[in-house]
């Protein structure tokens, strides 16, 4: 059966209520039969509104200044991951816009975070995004000053030039921390709300497929252009795989993709693969399907779907190659792009194949830093690896240049979305309207972010 997408909605319907026609992701991933976490079969839309919103959001940069100065510094934020401090006095430099924060682990194998800046005359103790090990103290470069690791006062050169200094008042400041998934979180704002309160529903979501039993196998950093929210919010929605991915159409189900808004801090879209989108002109065959998602038809066994085969042979040969058991993995852990975002900034994907971890930081009003990761099953009965060293791409960097990337199928993909950051930007500054104007489903992530971010800006 095919569908016209292009027929206005039913005006009997509330706002926010219309939906694709066809089968919804709850139904394809349901079909499976291989009961599916629970988590993911749950729906919770929201409808937040129809009002355009301004591009000044994006294109003033008052509007930057007051995020840095209102928003970044209240929020909690994933800063590293544990395993790239595993021992005492190993440190890793987080740094958003003109933030930066060392974090470390303690002797006692606590972790701990300072801001990275000198209490004498602000000299930073390590430069931006940079990592090391063996600490024993952190030691000011210019003067020489140190502090122990828990941010004591350790030694102040010249001591009886300082008479007026008091070790108790002269500690580093303190950054809060918390742990998730393998995670380490900071938070610049010392009264914040304890971590695993603005997580909301991810703890239990992810109780299935936990992060923390996956290690770093891949590290991209790679320069953007244009507003941090405008490139995260392409990464919040499908309604945009029709024009700007339209290779894909024949295995992801993109029109009918599920969108949730599970509270102030946590969204989530679930975006099926190994089912055709509802845009293509006629129906596909299963053995159609099968060669789409790289198969030779022939292969398909009698009475088989494309999607449970294509997951069947991605889990034995995953298995294999990564030495774990995936044999109890669902179809849609194995396959579908699961992704939650966490407010402000952060994309935590649960699955095996679309295993991957976003992160969005401003290097300016209209520059994004965008931190990739791939997060792999640790082998199992085998030491944990190390984490991938960070590979950094410049703006016109492109990701395929990059090869244990390439192997995923998603550098392409991302190299076409580079290029509408650079459109979408100078459209944006060139709108002579000024606004935008969302989807009542398919966009509401991109309302629900920015309710929560005005949240702050207004508080």
């Not at 610049?188 to 304890?194: F, H, R, S």
């Not at 975002?341 to 965008?370: K, Q, S, V």
């Amino acid at each position: 059966m095919t569908y016209d997408l292009t027929a206005p909605p039913d005006p009997n319907l509330a706002p926010g209520e219309a939906r694709c026609p066809g089968p919804s992701t709850r139904d394809i991933i349901l079909k499976d039969g291989d009961n599916p976490p629970a988590a993911i079969v749950t729906e919770q839309p929201a409808y937040l509104g129809d009002e355009d919103m301004a591009l000044s959001r994006y294109t003033d940069p008052a509007n930057y200044d007051a995020e840095m100065e209102r928003m970044w510094n209240r929020t909690w934020q994933w800063a590293c991951r544990e395993e790239h401090i595993p021992n005492p006095g190993d440190y890793y430099v987080y740094d958003v816009g003109h933030n930066s924060v060392i974090v470390l682990r303690h002797t006692d194998q606590s972790i701990r975070a300072f801001v990275n800046s000198c209490p004498h005359r602000g000299m930073q103790f390590a430069d931006a995004a940079t990592q090391g090990q063996g600490k024993q103290f952190l030691r000011c470069p210019f003067h020489g000053m140190s502090w122990h690791l828990d941010g004591s006062v350790r030694e102040i050169p010249c001591r009886w030039d300082f008479p007026h200094v008091q070790d108790e008042t002269f500690g580093l400041t303190k950054v809060r921390t918390g742990t998730w998934g393998g995670f380490v979180f900071i938070n610049l704002d010392p009264n914040a709300a304890p971590l695993k309160d603005y997580l909301e529903v991810l703890p239990e979501h992810f109780k299935e497929t936990p992060l923390e039993e996956r290690f770093v196998a891949v590290h991209l950093e790679k320069m953007l252009p244009g507003n941090w929210k405008m490139c995260m919010e392409a990464f919040l929605e499908a309604y945009h795989v029709l024009a700007t991915h339209p290779e894909g159409l024949h295995t992801t189900a993109d029109a009918n993709a599920q969108y949730d808004v599970f509270g102030n801090n946590v969204t989530r879209f679930v975006h099926t693969f190994g089912y055709p989108s509802p845009h293509l002109p006629k129906k596909l065959s299963e053995e159609e399907l099968f060669a789409a998602l790289g198969h030779d038809p022939a292969d398909l066994p009698a009475g088989t779907g494309a999607r449970q085969r294509h997951a069947d042979l991605l889990r034995q040969s995953l298995s294999r190659e990564w030495g774990a058991d995936l044999s109890g993995v669902s179809n849609s852990i194995m396959l579908d792009s699961i992704e939650y975002h966490l407010f402000p900034n952060a994309c935590f994907f649960p699955g095996i194949n679309i295993r991957l971890i976003y992160r969005f930081r401003p290097a300016g009003y209209d520059r994004t830093i965008h931190d990739v990761l791939l997060l792999q099953p640790v082998p199992e009965n085998k030491p944990r690896p190390k984490p991938a060293e960070v590979i950094r791409l410049g703006i016109d960097d492109s990701y395929t240049t990059v090869d244990s990337f390439v192997a995923t199928g998603l550098a392409a993909l991302l190299d076409q979305d580079t290029e509408n950051f650079k459109r979408q930007w100078a459209g944006m500054q060139a709108s002579l309207r000024g606004t935008q104007t969302l989807g009542n489903y398919q966009e509401s992530r991109i309302r629900a972010f920015h309710r929560t971010l005005d949240q702050y800006l207004e508080g």
